[in-house]
C-alpha cells in the first residue's frame, strides 16, 4: 500500500474507525499523489520568473486559445475557460453550492459536512461511491423501483449484490417497514450496508412524506445502533422539484452526524437542479457520523476522492463549472429556477388530473407520484415492452417499458397541454394489444 493511501487510513481510524471499514479494498488504497499537481500549485505561488511546471501553453499573461472558439465564448475570461480546473473543482464553485446546500436544507443547520467535490454529473459520483465502498458480495439496500444504471454501476463493475424491496405500501405509501426489515437482513448477514435514497425517485416520481423521511431515518440509527457500519447514499438528481405532500429537503440533513456508524454521501448537482443536462457539473459531499467536527475524516474521504477522479478523468471540464459559477451568482437565477418549477409543477398536476378522470380504469393503475420527471403506469392487461413497441411503431409515442407490467412516462418532457393526448394515445394502444 503507498504510504500516503496508509496515513489517510491512519486518520480515518484513529478519528472514526467504523469509516475504514466502509471502504472497499480500493477505496483503502487510494490517495492523492504528492506528484506533479502539487509541485504546479507550490510553483503558482512562488515561480515569479518562470513556471515551467504545469502541461497547458501559455502566451503573454494567460493560456494560449483559438480565437475562433474565444469568439463564441467572449464575455468570459480566457481563464476561466481553457486552462485545467483543480481536480477537486473551481473553488469558488464548491463554496457556492455548499452555501446553497445550507440555504434549501434546514437539517443541515449546525450540522459538520465537507466542501462538494466536484464530479462529471451525478453518475460519475454513484461510481465514485462504488470504487470507494463497493467490493464484491457487498450488500447494496433500495427499492424494487429503481432507476436501471445502478446495476450496472454496482453490479456489473463492481461485483455488489443488490437487496430490493417492494417501494410502496398497499396504502401506496413508502414501504419503510420493508426497508427496514431488508435492511436488517443485511446488517445480519453482512455487517454493512450501503444504502441508497433516491428522491425524487427515478422512474417512480415519488418523494416520501416528512413522516416517512423521518421514519427511514429513525430505522437507519437503530439498525446501526445494534452494530452495522451503513453507508447511506442520497442521490438527489431531481432535487427541488417537490410538487405536493412531500419532504421539501433531502434526507441527507438529517443523516449527517447521526451516529458513528452512518456516513452520509450526498450526490447532486446542476444538472437537472439548473436545466444544463450537457454541462455535467455534480458533487460528492461527505458528513461523518460523529456528533463533534470530524474534519480529519472528511478531509481524508475527499482526498482518497480527488485520488480516483485523478486516476480516471483528471479532472472535471472547467467551462462548464465556470457557467455554473456565473448562474449561482445571477441576481435572476432564483426567479428563473422558480418559473421553470412551476413549469414543471403544471405538468405534474395535468397528468395526475388526466389519470383521475376514471377514464383509464380498464387498461391500468398508477404508482403514487408527487415530485421529479417521472410517474409509471402499472399495466392491467397487456405486457409493458409489447406495448411500448406498438406505441413506437403505429403511434409514434415513445415511452419506456420496466418489466411486465410497468410503462415510464416523462412528463417533464410532455407540454402541458399535450397531456391528454399523451394517455388518451397510450390507452388506445393498449385497447389494440387487449
Not at 101 to 119: A, C, D, H, I, W
Not at 244 to 249: G, I, V
Not at 259 to 271: C, E, N, Q
Not at 300 to 328: D, W, Y
Amino acid at each position: 500500500m503507498n504510504p500516503l493511501a496508509q496515513e489517510l487510513n491512519n486518520q480515518i481510524s484513529q478519528h472514526n474507525a467504523h469509516v475504514l471499514d466502509m471502504l472497499s479494498d480500493l477505496g483503502k488504497n487510494l490517495f492523492f499523489p504528492k506528484g506533479i499537481l502539487t509541485q504546479s500549485a507550490e510553483a503558482k505561488e512562488k515561480a515569479h520568473r518562470f513556471n515551467a511546471t504545469i502541461g497547458i501553453a501559455t502566451e503573454g499573461n494567460g493560456p494560449m486559445f483559438l480565437q475562433c472558439i474565444q469568439d463564441k465564448l467572449s464575455e468570459f475570461d480566457p481563464k476561466d475557460i481553457f486552462p485545467y480546473a483543480p481536480p477537486a473543482g473551481k473553488p469558488e464553485l464548491r463554496s457556492l453550492w455548499r452555501e446553497k446546500m445550507l440555504r434549501e436544507n434546514p437539517s443541515l443547520q449546525g450540522k459538520y459536512f465537507g466542501n462538494p467535490v466536484v464530479t462529471n454529473a451525478l453518475t460519475h459520483g454513484l461510481s465514485i461511491v462504488a470504487d470507494m465502498f463497493v467490493d464484491k458480495g457487498d450488500h447494496l439496500v433500495m427499492p424494487d423501483m429503481l432507476w436501471g444504471n445502478y446495476n450496472l454501476t454496482f453490479v456489473t463493475r463492481c461485483g455488489g449484490i443488490v437487496k430490493k424491496f417492494p417501494t410502496f405500501t398497499v396504502d401506496r405509501g413508502y414501504n419503510v417497514p420493508a426497508f427496514k426489515a431488508e435492511l436488517q437482513n443485511t446488517a445480519e448477514e453482512k455487517g454493512k450496508a450501503i444504502v441508497l435514497l433516491n428522491f425524487p425517485n427515478n422512474p417512480s416520481g415519488y418523494t416520501p412524506t416528512v413522516e416517512e423521511g423521518d421514519a427511514i431515518v429513525a430505522a437507519i440509527k437503530e439498525v446501526a445502533e445494534n452494530g452495522c457500519n451503513i453507508v447511506v447514499v442520497t442521490d438527489d438528481a431531481y432535487f427541488g422539484l417537490f410538487y405536493e405532500d412531500s419532504m421539501q429537503e433531502s434526507l441527507y440533513g438529517k443523516l449527517a452526524n447521526m451516529h458513528p456508524r452512518v456516513l452520509a454521501v450526498k450526490l447532486d448537482g446542476a444538472t437537472k437542479e439548473e436545466y444544463v443536462w450537457g454541462f455535467r457539473t455534480g458533487f460528492i459531499t461527505f458528513a461523518d457520523g460523529s456528533d463533534y467536527v470530524n474534519e480529519p475524516v472528511v478531509t481524508a474521504l475527499e482526498k482518497k476522492t480527488m485520488g480516483i477522479i485523478r486516476a480516471t478523468i483528471s479532472n472535471c471540464p472547467h467551462p462548464s463549472q465556470t457557467f455554473v459559477v456565473e448562474a449561482l451568482k445571477s441576481p435572476d437565477f432564483i426567479a428563473q429556477k422558480e418559473e421553470k418549477f412551476h413549469v414543471m409543477k403544471g405538468r405534474a398536476l395535468k397528468v395526475k388530473e388526466v389519470l383521475d378522470s376514471g377514464k383509464y380504469t380498464e387498461g391500468w393503475d398508477y404508482y403514487p407520484f408527487n415530485s421529479g420527471y417521472f410517474m409509471c403506469l402499472k399495466l392491467k392487461n397487456v405486457d409493458a415492452e409489447q406495448l411500448r413497441v406498438h406505441l413506437l411503431d403505429k403511434y409514434g409515442v415513445g415511452a419506456i417499458s420496466i418489466g411486465k407490467t410497468d410503462l415510464r412516462i416523462a412528463f417533464s418532457c410532455i407540454a402541458e397541454e399535450d397531456i391528454q393526448e399523451l394517455f388518451d394515445t397510450i390507452y388506445a394502444g393498449v385497447t389494440d394489444l387487449a
